[in-house]
């Protein structure tokens, strides 16, 4: 986290908003004399970071301005992600907000939830305690328990993230961190007793492998009640086909005729031409059944032939799917060879490119040559444009002129405000066409107009009103005075306008300011100036030559890549074959499927057929049956005719015709209900078959198979865990002995600065230094002066500050007159250390001693109203 610009509303003596914009990367110092605000800053930044907006503490109402309002903070930073804008407001109306650009990133507990994160354990304190050195404040400890807690806290966190053994562990993170993390992952999945938790992913994959499975089976029971609907449409199309027959349509109709004619014609021998009615429909209806037989053993035959047919068809297209899937198999097989041989060589190629590179840090001097003569022609470009820039900050209105001018120019737009509101107000109601006129312009009606001189008002049709205004007050003095002190202000800046003037003073302030920026980077790149970096890059000896047996960084790691695309490529054929395969295994079981269906109407063929006995003996006994049921039924219609002709009964004819009609009636009650039927089967068949029940199943069963593998996973993950969670402990063990190591390899350089060979010794506990040890002597810290006392505290902050940069926590170190008692030699190679440390972090400098820290450089920060 990088700080770009801070403003500051209603935070004690700043009741109107304040901005310090422009803050640097490294080096930034705020020098500006006492109750000026340099503290305020510190308590407002401290707040916006680690206090709740909600909070109503002491040390927020210690924020309030004397004159009352809600404290109000706003700091824009630069992260990792890119630039925010952070806003919090105290007491009344208090709220949080999280910006970037004009996107909302978060509000309220949300961003305060977010500002936690930034700031890395920021309720425990976060890096402040160790970085930011509140205004009388000499030592690392605190005088409140709960500070030097949280401190400490912070401190055993940083190191243990940065000990050695962690590192290998987990990457950089915490030692303690790593093991609630791993911790809380295995509880995410199990509960203490070992038991899948409840809503958990190990849980909720097993309930969904269950649910698959009962999905699967009502699936196949889907397709089962599907085909027993094919068969009973094929039953019902049979019946309607009968039916609906045309030669059984015409019969009907027939009888129908001929028992209205019968009727009709019927008066007397009624009970004769009834018993031959009744012959003749006998003889029909065994003339009828014995046709029905012949044609049905006819349509048997023609489906058995269709059916074995099928039947054949199926059984190749299952040889086909079998043969398929073999191949399919074996391909599977012939790659997983394949992708074993490509880890190999790749194996191989990366242990010659750390060869490789082993080699090739051996020749780090050339290297080295290579950077100092880089930064040399860097130097000397900064050097001709820090002339260029020292030239262009002498133009142009000082910040002194400027502020007095913004000053004089707000006076003149307050008494131009004041005289604009006390001046004599006149408003216009019309009632008719005719407007009032002020110097040519109508006078708007309803509306107040100010008048500030003498005004002559024309009235249409009565003629002109003068109106002089009363001298009751100076505001006309004043402006005119604050006025000719502005026209003068602007001559001496030798600008025609405010605006002007402003420009000219930003481009003074910018040249300025890039000046300071210009001679920063130049300490930061020769501290001991140019010629110290000329002598180190006479000092650097020429590259050792390369290995011969050892291939360059580049061709082995052309090396690399190219193993590394052929295991990419072995991978990728790998996973293809296997897609290959598992859609072959569909074909087979969906051609298995198909076999089986066939076989099924087959033997349901078969069964019809076998009824019959021998089939030719029973086609021509039916044949047999039928001619004698045709003779029988025309000997019996001849007598029925004769009977008819001679004398028909009118009882037997309405009889005759009552059932005529019942059997049409019946038919079409038959045809409506079969064909109601029929659809119905029809529309759950389109239904079903529309759905895709085959194609469901064929994907509920390849989800299946990923839940299972999401479960094998998922139960690797336990194992995984259990055994990281075992290591972590143990290492937490043996890494509790290399806690100082990373802190005094930041800290000896800064030390010998002022001290050659010196040595901190630290105490186990509180992990802060115990003594100094200079000239083989053991010092206590608290017996040490008070300037030495501060300096080896602002160096162990430093330590630590680069210590979470290692750690990837970058913070900006606060300094708020840290250095009060330290002598004027030691403060200059004090403030050279500063400059050093600035090339990888941001320190910013608060102090009111001006005149001493006017050497320490570094880019310049003020308040700016706005």
Not at 364 to 393: C, P
Not at 610 to 632: F, H, I, N, P, V
Not at 648 to 675: E, F, M
């Amino acid at each position: 986290m990088r700080l770009v610009s801070v403003t500051l509303s209603d935070i004690r003596c700043f009741a109107a908003p304040v901005r310090i914009d422009g803050i640097g990367g490294g080096l930034n110092v705020l020098s500006a004399p006492n109750e000026n605000g340099k503290s305020t800053l510190f308590d407002a930044l401290h707040a916006v970071f680690f206090t709740p907006h909600r909070s109503v503490g002491k040390d927020i109402k210690a924020l309030k301005p004397h004159a009352g309002g809600a404290p109000e903070v706003t700091v824009e930073i630069d992260t990792g992600d890119g630039r925010f804008v952070i806003r919090k407001r105290w007491l009344s109306r208090a709220e949080a907000e999280v910006r970037q650009g004009d996107r909302l990133v978060a509000k309220a507990d949300e961003a305060e939830a977010w500002i936690s994160r930034l700031t890395t354990s920021g309720g425990e304190g976060g890096p402040a305690g160790l970085l930011w050195v509140r205004q009388g404040t000499t030592q690392l400890d605190h005088d409140r328990a709960k500070e030097n807690q949280t401190t400490l806290t912070t401190r055993r966190d940083l190191m243990s993230s940065v000990t050695g053994e962690v590192e290998a562990l987990t990457g950089g993170k915490r030692m303690d961190t790593a093991l609630m993390r791993a911790r809380e992952d295995l509880g995410r999945l199990l509960t203490p007793g070992g038991r899948p938790k409840a809503d958990g992913p190990l849980a909720r994959t097993e309930t969904e492998v269950a649910n698959l499975t009962a999905l699967q089976a009502e699936l196949a029971e889907t397709i089962r009640r599907l085909a027993d609907a094919l068969t009973r449409r094929t039953q019902v199309r049979r019946t309607l086909a009968d039916l609906q027959d045309p030669a059984a349509e015409a019969d009907r109709k027939a009888r129908l005729a001929e028992a209205t004619a019968a009727h009709e014609a019927a008066s007397r021998h009624a009970e004769a031409l009834r018993q031959a009615d009744l012959a003749v429909k006998m003889a029909r209806l065994e003339a009828a059944e014995a046709t029905g037989k012949l044609d049905a053993l006819a349509r048997a035959q023609t489906a058995e032939a269709a059916a074995r047919k099928t039947e054949a068809d199926a059984q190749a297209f299952a040889r086909l799917a079998r043969d398929s899937l073999a191949q399919a198999e074996a391909t599977v097989q012939a790659r997983l060879a394949e992708g074993a041989a490509a880890r190999a060589r790749h194996t191989a190629a990366d242990m010659t490119l750390r060869k490789s590179l082993h080699a090739h840090a051996a020749r780090a001097d050339g290297t080295r040559r290579r950077d100092l003569s880089a930064r040399l022609e860097r130097l000397a470009g900064l050097s001709a444009e820090l002339a260029t820039r020292r030239m262009a900050a002498g133009l142009g209105p000082d910040a002194k002129a400027m502020a007095a001018l913004d000053a004089q120019f707000q006076q003149v737009s307050v008494l131009r405000s004041l005289r604009t509101s006390s001046a004599t107000r006149i408003s216009v109601a019309y009632s008719g066409a005719d407007r009032i006129s002020l110097a040519g312009t109508h006078l708007p009606e309803g509306v107040p107009t100010p008048i500030l001189a003498e005004a002559v008002l024309t009235l249409p049709g009565l003629g002109d009103l003068t109106i002089r205004p009363g001298d009751g007050n100076d505001s006309a003095t004043r402006l005119q005075q604050a006025e000719a002190e502005l026209e003068a202000q602007l001559a001496r800046t030798g600008c025609a306008t405010v605006e002007e003037a402003r420009v000219a003073a930003r481009l003074r302030a910018e040249a300025g300011a890039a000046m300071t920026e210009i001679e920063t980077r130049i300490s930061t790149l020769a501290p001991q100036g140019i010629a110290a970096v000329e002598a180190e890059l006479a000092r650097v000896p020429a590259p050792a030559p390369d290995e011969a047996e050892v291939p360059d960084v580049d061709t082995a790691q052309s090396l690399f890549d190219a193993e590394v695309l052929a295991l990419q490529t072995a991978e990728s054929a790998l996973q293809e074959a296997r897609s290959l395969a598992e859609g072959e295994r569909m074909a087979d079981v969906r051609a298995a499927i198909a076999v089986e269906t066939a076989t099924d109407a087959l033997r349901a063929a078969e069964g019809v057929l076998a009824a019959y006995g021998d089939q030719t003996a029973a086609e021509a006994d039916l044949s047999a049956a039928r001619d004698r049921a045709g003779l029988a039924l025309t000997i019996t219609m001849q007598n029925h005719a004769k009977l008819a002709a001679s004398a028909p009964d009118l009882v037997l004819a309405r009889a005759s015709l009552a059932r005529a009609q019942s059997v049409a009636l019946g038919a079409d009650h038959d045809i409506a209900t079969l064909s109601q039927e029929r659809a119905g089967l029809d529309k759950e068949i389109d239904l079903r078959s529309g759905e895709g029940v085959a194609e469901d199943l064929a994907d509920v069963t390849t989800r299946l198979g990923a839940a299972q593998a999401q479960r094998d996973r998922l139960l690797f993950e336990v194992a995984v865990l259990k055994d990281l969670i075992a290591a972590l402990e143990t290492a937490r063990d043996t890494a509790r002995e290399r806690y100082f190591a990373p802190v005094m390899a930041e800290l000896k350089p800064l030390l010998h600065l002022l001290w050659p060979d010196a040595d901190l010794r630290f105490d186990g506990e509180s992990l802060l230094p115990t003594a100094l040890i200079r000239d083989g002597r053991q010092e206590d810290i608290g017996i040490l002066s008070g300037g030495t006392q501060e300096q080896i505290a602002l160096f162990v902050r430093l330590a630590f500050a680069r210590l979470l940069a290692r750690t990837g926590r970058h913070a900006p170190v606060i300094l708020d007159d840290a250095l009060v008692y330290t002598d004027d030699d030691r403060i200059e190679r004090v403030f050279d250390m500063l400059h050093g440390q600035a090339a990888d972090l941001q320190i910013i400098v608060l102090t009111c001693r001006q005149r001493a820290f006017r050497a320490l450089g570094g880019q310049k920060l003020t308040f700016q109203p706005i």
